[in-house]
């Protein structure tokens, strides 16, 4: 759980400038010129609680006396690198199931962006989960695939310092697609020790990673680190992964009073086996590891630069980051068979942007004389200049038809005050407002039926925030019980806020809304009932006013309705000595359409995973042995509204183990899917045709019509890796 504190101390102060500053912040201004105040906001007091305490970051450790701390909810944590250094991963973003409750999966390549599951919501590839990695926001607005597409596959994670996680709309430093919840991901700063690690296992993988840290001078550090990744996969058609990854580091000081520069270089290339008909196993047409569409897969790239600045002084502390990526991705996909002739039924998806911001934050301390109240103001600015965004029909990843091309500006403002209140010792509140605004244009570049969509959209959404806490009590060794409530939002693609026509066939578009209001509220408790124990247990809901997505493979926005969710998750951190780490999660959720579905009466959301649990141990007492084991449950989800199709559940277990031959080498043994379970990754409801179906001719396939059906993508089965990391 991460915070800041509330240092006590009396200090001088000028009142009126602090009556001034909260009159500016009560009244947030509601065009981009609110850019200009909240900058201007950041050094408007530079003599305004001079003598106060410097503010200092805490982080929530392991001691009994120290499990408390100052959070804003009972669902908000920080997971750092000790935890992650035993956790057996199968993909980079499976870090992120560090975060309770949270599932990852893939449907397709290990080049495309995973699935994310949390709180009730199929997430897709990032919809409403925003994340950040060392200050750069990684969902993708409008993107080619699917909105608020979040690759995490640039991920090094053994280089990862921490991931803050919040869940909920409750932070007022969290905007666009921060409706279910947020993650800060951060890489360290040095390294112990430079080192170089090989791996190598089933299915050709084959992994190197170098990476070291230098002290430049006594204030200079610089971290780089290279990996090369290859994999085939189980799959019947290789996947022919070969990833290339690189990260430059420059730092000096802290987070909290220094800045680090960071550049990073990825790229992939890759080749897919989609998920398929479930009935193209079970008939024999097929293996089990099989695909129907020969040459799916595709390229990516992910180049970014970006600086943090911190600066602490006896007022409080300043913050200010910028970024520029340059980011681009072909995929090929043929989700449905062969709807349409034995061609198959491949498009191409592309991507090709630059995309920058940056974000200005200042926090007050005010002293004892204002109840120990913190006050936060801050900024935020993020364009993506996407010059060409388009959808494509393909034969053999080869063009045959543009269905459209766009290109596409869009431009995001966002402004938020906060403050944390110690009103008595038992009681302290937090309230915030947030102020966001996006300016977007379109214009159609290709596609016989695209010519006419496009234009200038902008909206813009006040986003209140409140939270209040009780404790601690010296009930169960320490407990504070949790309240909050807020509004948060995700944003639409900008081709359905501009849509006149469907750029399949030109019939009439509906536009959908550039934002989507989300609304949520939590009820929690969080305790420390033995020494080195954590528990946190939350009751939340939240109301989304529409599940409006855009559909990349068919190049529209389509309309869900609103909906409502609501559930209960517990999560527990064991730490009883230094030396092991048990946790322990269970999340329950209920997701359902506010209004049935016309065409079958059905009012579940599909794919909105009802309940998960898993449980992770982790040994390592410094000596020659040590490991980490995973297991994971997923329950039988809804794969259409009427809940009469539904998925299998299923557990599975990962395993490492390590061994220190000596100081200087290590090696390490990964069992994915320990027990060899017989699974599928991801399940589906949906049309779609097989090839033997299509030269058939059953149920229309191959003329246009489709066979609605299970389609599936199957669990890895069991594999072995080994690393080998010798240090220096």
Not at 177 to 196: E, H, K, N, Q
């Amino acid at each position: 759980m991460h915070c800041y504190s509330l240092a006590p101390g009396a200090c001088p102060h000028n009142e009126t400038a602090l009556n001034a500053v909260l009159r500016a912040g009560a009244l947030l201004p509601t065009t981009l010129r609110s850019l200009g105040f909240a900058l201007l906001s950041t050094c408007a007091l530079p003599a305004f609680g001079a003598g106060i305490p410097t503010l200092q970051e805490v982080t929530v450790g392991n001691d009994s006396k120290d499990l408390i701390g100052v959070a804003d909810s009972a669902s908000e944590g920080t997971v750092t690198a000790e935890q992650l250094a035993t956790r057996p991963l199968l993909r980079p973003a499976e870090v992120m199931e560090a975060v309770p409750g949270m599932v990852v999966t893939q449907h397709s390549g290990d080049g495309k962006a995973n699935q994310y599951f949390l709180r009730g919501f199929n997430l897709d590839h990032g919809s409403d989960f925003a994340t950040t990695v060392t200050g750069i926001p990684v969902n993708m607005v409008s993107h080619a695939h699917g909105q608020g597409y979040m690759d995490l596959n640039f991920l090094i994670p053994e280089l990862i310092s921490s991931v803050k996680y919040r869940k909920g709309v409750y932070g007022a430093e969290d905007g666009d697609f921060a409706t279910s919840g947020g993650a800060r991901i951060d890489y360290l700063r040095t390294l112990a020790a430079p080192f170089v690690e090989f791996g190598f296992g089933q299915n050709n993988y084959r992994r190197l990673l170098a990476a070291g840290s230098t002290a430049l001078n006594d204030d200079l550090r610089l971290l780089a680190a290279v990996e090369f990744t290859g994999n085939d996969g189980p799959w019947e058609q290789p996947e022919n992964l070969v990833k290339k990854n690189a990260l430059l580091r420059l730092s000096s000081g802290t987070a909290a009073n220094g800045f680090a520069i960071t550049g990073m270089f990825y790229r992939a290339d890759w080749t897919a086996s989609e998920h398929v008909p479930e009935r193209a196993i079970s008939s024999g047409e097929i293996d089990h590891y099989g695909t129907l569409s020969a040459n799916d897969g595709g390229k990516t790239h992910r180049y970014s630069l970006a600086g943090e600045w911190a600066r602490s002084d006896a007022s409080g502390i300043t913050r200010a980051s910028a970024y520029v990526v340059d980011y681009g991705l072909k995929l090929y996909s043929a989700p449905s068979g062969y709807i349409s002739g034995l061609q198959g039924d491949q498009h191409e998806q592309a991507d090709d942007r630059l995309q920058w911001g940056g974000e200005l934050r200042r926090s007050w301390f005010l002293g004892p004389q204002w109840k120990d109240t913190e006050l936060a103001v801050g900024a935020q600015l993020r364009q993506d200049r996407i010059d060409k965004v388009g959808l494509y029909n393909t034969v053999n990843r080869r063009r045959t038809e543009v269905v459209r091309e766009d290109r596409i500006t869009e431009t995001a403002v966002g402004v938020f005050v906060d403050t944390r209140t110690q009103w008595t010792p038992w009681l302290r509140t937090g309230l915030g407002v947030r102020y966001d605004e996006i300016h977007a244009r379109a214009s159609a570049l290709g596609g016989s039926f695209n010519m006419d969509n496009g234009g200038h959209t902008e909206a813009r959404q006040t986003s209140p925030k409140l939270g209040v806490v009780l404790g601690p009590f010296e009930l169960l060794g320490q407990t504070e019980f949790y309240a909050n409530w807020g509004h948060g939002f995700h944003s639409n693609d900008v081709r359905g806020a501009t849509a006149r026509t469907n750029p399949q066939d030109g019939s009439p578009a509906e536009r959908v809304p550039l934002i989507v209001k989300a609304g949520g509220s939590e009820l929690g408790v969080r305790a420390a009932p033995l020494p080195g124990w954590n528990t946190s247990l939350s009751v939340w809901r939240m109301a989304l006013d529409s599940e409006l997505v855009f559909v990349g493979d068919e190049g529209i926005t389509e309309p869900k309705g609103a909906s409502r969710r609501h559930g209960v998750e517990w999560s527990n951190y064991f730490a009883p000595t230094p030396w092991l780490i048990v946790d322990a999660d269970v999340a329950w959720s209920r997701a359902r359409f506010k209004d049935a579905n016309p065409d079958n009466g059905g009012r579940r959301v599909p794919n909105a995973i009802p309940l998960t649990a898993s449980l992770g141990l982790s040994v390592d007492d410094g000596g020659k042995w040590f490991g980490g084991l995973r297991l994971r449950y997923l329950g039988a989800y809804d794969l259409e509204e009427t809940g009469e199709e539904k998925s299998t559940a299923f557990w599975m277990a990962n395993l490492k183990l390590g061994y220190r031959v000596s100081k200087q080498i290590e090696a390490t043994l990964d069992v994915l899917n320990l027990f060899d379970k017989r699974a599928n990754d991801i399940e589906y409801w949906g049309g779609a045709c097989t090839r033997g179906e299509a030269m058939a001719g059953l149920g229309g396939c191959g003329s246009g019509s489709a066979i609605d059906g299970r389609l599936v993508h199957p669990l890895e089965p069991r594999t072995l890796r080994v690393g080998v990391r010798v240090n220096f």
